[in-house]
């Protein structure tokens, strides 16, 4: 159905979430695709990267730089600090989450639904639980976002009336990017921003199981103004 | 950060420019225990721009004649939340208080910390041991937890925090000397917009990331101010 | 501090002296975020002393077959309070847990981090907006506080933290590196007993006072280990 | 009454409580008659001195000694730092307090009650109600000790059965130090564990308006063994 669309890939989701992520702004990335973001970030352009387990002011690793094995993301993967970064402890860092300190939190999403509930932490399914920040970023966060493929491997959509997953909080989501579109969640409904070349608003919302409107007169807000 | 800019350098030229435009009725925090710790030039400023029907959150409610005595004698002040508002140089606090000029809410000294770092945490509101069986605890909620008999106190926030560290970047991330650190760290926390004057301006990446204890997100502004006193 | 001794000296050589004897049924706080900041020689004489029925909060449910998840092998704990059990290298923990020999409240990571937090600085219980609204709230108490759905929770505290650092002295002051910092600073708040096992031991006021992130007044016993990595 | 007897001067009081304190204790001193504490150590000894604004291991300045004006200590005084000592936030130094990591805090008292009830922050006149940290640290510290003079200047006993002014905190005082007698506070009496010279039990007992038991049998307990 949306095949013949110029569907972004998840390097190209980040990169597009990282053209708007505002300069200054504190972002945590979460662990996954989110990843990807940190390395798209306009050169110049100054974001601070927040890691849940204390570290503030990420970055990824040069090519052939030396891991230190202590230095992990939230995702355990290895990585750098910046200039003007510094340490926390887990408790400070989730104070600072929870606090609403952190402008932008990107996160993977298996459904958001037109509330902006999100459904990110449980498959539903018999297996084991874990939450890790999940609840914390997305209740803490100032905005939270959301990136993802529009459709499940099954080709059912994850932009949804209502939730049917556990959800990890109620009414927080506030942008979404897939691999088709960059939409708003407001006044309990979906707003496509920006569609990729050769996707048309209807095919769009054939694949979102909740009313959309059209916003392809406004320009997203970048993400993450301080306005603490 | 100035407008258009891709980087983020929080310094600012001047103290007027650090405080920027306080409105009347602003809920103002205000770090320092003491002499400790004043943002003295800051609270200066505050006095000259003219806000009025303040609400301060301090330790102590001034003495002398400057920074929050100045505010005070000059009746900017509507209440003070303190835990000590009586020293020997109190004076103007006094005056105003018995004139019934300023409402005084008085919180226990780790109680207010504690509520100034919920509000900075997210946390709405935390149950405390300190003060219950007191005459401080009239009218606060009270609870049975672990067998002992708690208060439900409330999260202080603020719309502006001012507050005095030793040295910052551009990004804002402060260290403080000595025992000047006292409320600043947790009142940088807990408010809307935090201003930071600040004896030494340092490098990006001078500050040793294991030893900020303020890291910039907290921070809006920074000035960098001589001090006339040796340190 | 070793007996009748005048000055504070809270190293100890090796680790089974740093370990002390722990009871069956003791409750450990394990500190560490997966690979980074774990206290792996502590656990393993754990493993080796012996105890049973222990409830351990920790950030992950261990991997591989060292630390947390050989204490669970070999059916040493009886529960698991912690906020991502679920790794590749989580295998000891799902087969214990499918088999219903081990107990796990899962908690949200900044929660539980606040409730131990809670639990070193006394305050029994608070409201946290997180996890409002969902499966985890099955069973706690709401409220709703400046307009928003908050759920109470409460401290956590232990018998014993375990924990990993950089650098100490022989009063117990500690500093880590990077992000192996993580859950230690907190957990030594919380526990009845704190063990450091470190890279390095340094004279008394070699540590810089500003850059101290864990006063020895949380610190019991201090042990030396080298570590084969290079750092 | 007690004229004849070698009542102890403050600075005795303060060699007093100063000679029971642990070795490796964590003491707090509140303002006035107890900071003369840290000033008594035995040689040799040492003991971690907390003051609540965020200073751990304090010392009396030096004769002679350069103060720093930013390093004060809860009664405003100028203080140093000893080698093993750290800065830490209000937040973080009240943390330590409430969560019962100060082993013991000697306190000065208007009254003490049998029960082991403080008051000490309010006079009970229309002062301007002060508290300070008084509440938390009688409220936090594993063990509570006042020190004071056993009778007020009109000569009215400090330790009575039932406290007449506001309480600062019910049921924790432990140990009561006076220029008379070293006292525990123990189910729900007061017990005499050593006297000055030249005092008899029956005379300490009538400048005692309480229940006084004779425990001078016993060897005073170190304050604030580490137990935590």
């Known amino acids: 159905m949306v095949t013949e669309v110029a569907a972004r890939s998840r390097e190209e989701i980040a990169a597009r979430v990282a053209a708007d992520l505002a300069p200054g702004a504190v972002v945590n990335l979460g662990i996954g695709m989110p990843t990807l973001v940190a390395g798209h970030v306009p050169a110049g352009r100054e974001v601070v990267f927040q890691s849940e387990n204390g570290v503030v002011g990420t970055r990824p690793l040069e090519p052939g730089e030396h891991p230190d094995p202590d230095l992990i993301n939230a995702g355990k993967e290895p990585i750098g600090l910046v200039a003007g970064g510094s340490y926390l402890s887990h408790a400070d860092s989730f104070a600072m989450i929870r606090g609403g300190h952190v402008d932008v939190t990107v996160m993977g999403a298996f459904e958001v639904s037109a509330a902006g509930d999100l459904a990110n932490w449980s498959s539903g399914t018999d297996a084991i639980p874990a939450v890790g920040g999940a609840m914390d970023l997305a209740a803490g966060a100032a905005t939270v976002v959301t990136m ?58 054939a694949a979102t199981a909740a009313a959309l409107r059209d916003g392809r007169d406004r320009v997203p807000a970048l993400l993450g103004e301080r306005r603490r | 950060m100035s407008a258009g800019a891709e980087t983020i350098d929080k310094t600012v030229a001047g103290v007027a420019a650090a405080l920027g435009e306080v409105a009347d009725g602003a809920t103002i925090m205000v770090g320092g225990f003491g002499d400790s710790g004043i943002p003295e030039e800051l ?19 001034g003495s002398g004649e400057s920074g929050v005595a100045a505010l005070l004698r000059e009746r900017r002040v509507r209440k003070i939340v303190c835990s000590f508002p009586r020293s020997s140089g109190s004076v103007w606090f006094e005056r105003r208080y018995r004139a019934g000029e300023v409402e005084l809410e008085i919180v226990p000294q780790g109680t207010l910390s504690e509520r100034i770092r919920a509000g900075g945490a997210g946390i709405a509101a935390f149950y405390t041991p ?13 609870r049975l937890l672990d067998g002992r008999e708690h208060l439900l106190e409330h ?10 560290a030793r040295a910052a970047d551009r990004w804002g991330n402060l260290v403080y000397h000595t025992a000047a650190r006292n409320y600043a760290p947790t009142m940088a926390m807990a408010a809307r917009e935090t201003v930071a ?25 920074v000035v960098r101010l001589r001090r006339e006193e040796a340190r």
Request: hydrophobic content about 50%; charged content about 20%.
């Open chain 2, 130 to 142: 300190t003060a219950a069986g007191t005459e401080l605890a009239a009218g606060k909620e009270t």
């Open chain 2, 155 to 164: 999260a202080l926030r603020a719309d502006l925090a001012l507050i005095r």
């Open chain 1, 148 to 205: 993802m493929s529009h459709l499940t491997g099954a080709g059912a959509p994850k932009l949804v009336e209502r939730c049917s997953l556990p959800l990890t909080a109620a009414g927080v989501v506030g942008r979404v990017y897939t691999d088709l579109a960059v939409l708003a969640v407001e006044g309990g409904e979906f707003v496509a921003l920006e569609l990729v070349p050769g996707l048309t608003f209807e095919r769009l919302a």
């Open chain 2, 197 to 221: 004057q600040v004896d030494e301006l340092v490098g990006l990446g001078d500050l040793d990331p294991e030893a900020v204890v303020t890291p910039g997100v907290y921070v809006d502004r």
């Open chain 2, 43 to 61: 609270l200066a400023e505050l006095l000259e721009q003219g806000a009025r029907e303040l609400t301060l959150i301090a330790n102590n409610a």
